[in-house]
């Protein structure tokens, strides 16, 4: 096959970039499918499907195209743009992400020198360009995996590198979830592989404070997941059960409320104990942080997510109420009140909640009575202001009827005063 010219564009490939504009990804599924369809043909400007997917938000279509094997890395654009330039300037931060996931250069300029991270802050979309900066390709990671001058061993043993990676691509900073991560791996359940993972963490957090165009989200993460692995670590060799208990301890809520104690106070001590004190983002988090009182909003979660994510509306979400994955959908029968990813999540944090289940079904039921008490004294209100309306009209009608007879009357008063 041709590499596709620039214009040089089928009737099908016309029809797949209309259909694109207008979203319809099952139409774009089935002409991906046509033998006349190069998925990386280029529009005249040079702008390739994937890139009009980008540009124009479309999440499924990014999706569908990278699936048919998109290339995330061409640069035929006229003006040097890649499909991450388009998807920060969409303002889309989870295309952004779609597209580094995919293997998008980070680094690439257009034609007048700027990256995409740069594009994307010149028009203001914060977020995409904390996605960018808070990407870590496996390249870099994987330089820890040789030794470096003198060392006989490399910091990270190879087989670590795939596992460690895993855990700091993830959007899902809810520590339990990272438990749950470091448990689904056999070589990540040993508390050697952890301190070395941990300290790797350490060392990528000091050079990103360090370096020249100086990374302070990506530092914070790398310190934060750091400090899980530590707790990690901990537990893994105080207890025998596999860190069942540090779940619990992260999952349990107060009696009150459910509220997770344990795991706002950790999470809060993590961001306290980030080593460079000067940084800008600590200094922000410590001030958003601070003067909530535990068990109010915003948690501490949510504000570090915000931070380092950018991921906004954090508490209004689908999130998953055990391990924070986005999409729940499955809701406590009982209560109604809490959302988990699945089954699994729910039994996992069944031990707490049913403490507090019986209260929240209460509070939804009383809230629902009141609200439905409402509606019908508003209905009810709606109703008399209606009759007294059509009473007023027939009172209108009366009274110019009674106007009429009342003259009538007072003529006869009149009348009558005159006959006296
Ligand atoms: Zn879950
Ligand atoms: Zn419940």
């Given at each position: 096959m041709s590499a596709?010219?620039?214009?040089d564009l089928t009737d099908t490939e016309k029809e797949l970039l209309q259909v694109i504009a207008a979203g319809n990804v099952q139409e774009a599924s089935r002409l991906l499918g046509s033998k006349d369809v190069k998925v990386n043909c280029l529009d005249e400007y040079g702008m390739t499907p994937l890139m009009h997917a980008a540009y124009k938000g479309k999440?499924?279509?990014?999706?569908?195209?990278?699936?048919?094997?998109?290339?995330?890395?061409?640069?035929?654009?006229?003006?040097?743009?890649?499909?991450l330039m388009f998807a920060g300037l969409s303002g889309k931060t989870e295309i952004t992400w779609m597209m580094l996931d995919a293997g998008a250069e980070t680094d690439a300029v257009n034609s007048v020198g700027r990256t995409?991270?740069?594009?994307?802050?010149?028009?203001?979309?914060?977020?995409?360009?904390?996605?960018?900066?808070?990407?870590?390709?496996?390249?870099?990671?994987?330089?820890y995996t040789k030794p470096q001058g003198l060392e006989k061993e490399p910091k990270l043993p190879p087989k670590l590198s795939g596992p460690l990676h895993k855990i700091i691509m993830s959007t899902n900073l809810n520590?339990?979830?990272?438990?749950?991560?470091?448990?689904?791996n056999p070589l990540l359940m040993d508390v050697e592989a952890l301190e070395k993972c941990r300290k790797v963490l350490e060392l990528i957090c000091e050079k990103c404070i360090k370096q020249q165009d100086m990374n302070e989200v990506l530092a914070m993460k790398m310190h934060y997941l750091s400090c899980v692995l530590q707790k990690c670590g901990s537990f893994l060799k105080d207890r025998q059960d596999k860190l069942e208990s540090l779940i619990k301890s992260l999952l349990k809520g107060r009696d009150s409320d459910g509220f997770p104690v344990f795991q706002e106070k950790f999470i809060r001590e993590c961001i306290?104990?980030?080593p460079y004190c000067d940084a800008t983002l600590l200094q922000q988090l410590v001030r958003s942080i601070a003067p909530v009182e535990i068990g109010s909003d915003p948690t501490a979660m949510s504000?570090?997510?915000?931070?380092?994510?950018?991921?906004?509306?954090?508490?209004?979400?689908?999130?998953?109420?055990?391990?924070?994955?986005?999409?729940?959908?499955?809701?406590?029968?009982?209560?109604?009140?809490?959302?988990?990813?699945?089954?699994?999540?729910?039994?996992?944090?069944?031990?707490?909640?049913?403490?507090?289940?019986?209260m929240l079904q209460e509070q939804r039921e009383k809230h629902e009575a009141e609200s439905a008490a409402r509606q019908k004294q508003a209905k009810a209100e709606g109703d008399q202001a209606l009759e007294e309306m059509s009473s007023t009209m027939e009172d209108l009608s009366v009274s110019q009827n009674e106007t009429t007879s009342s003259t009538d009357n007072h003529t006869e008063d009149v009348n009558s005063v005159t006959a006296d």
């Open positions: 596709p010219k620039k214009g999440a499924d279509m990014c999706k569908l195209l990278l699936q048919h094997g998109a290339d995330v890395n061409c640069n035929e654009h006229e003006h040097g743009y890649t499909a995409a991270a740069q594009m994307a802050a010149f028009v203001g979309q914060h977020d995409c360009v904390t996605v960018i900066n808070n990407f870590f390709s496996r390249a870099r990671l994987d330089y520590p339990v979830k990272i438990v749950m991560m470091v448990k689904e306290r104990k980030f504000v570090l997510t915000q931070a380092i994510t950018g991921q906004v509306g954090f508490m209004d979400a689908d999130f998953c109420t055990t391990c924070g994955e986005k999409g729940a959908e499955k809701r406590c029968s009982i209560c109604k009140m809490v959302i988990y990813c699945g089954q699994a999540c729910q039994k996992l944090h069944w031990f707490s909640h049913k403490k507090v289940c019986k």
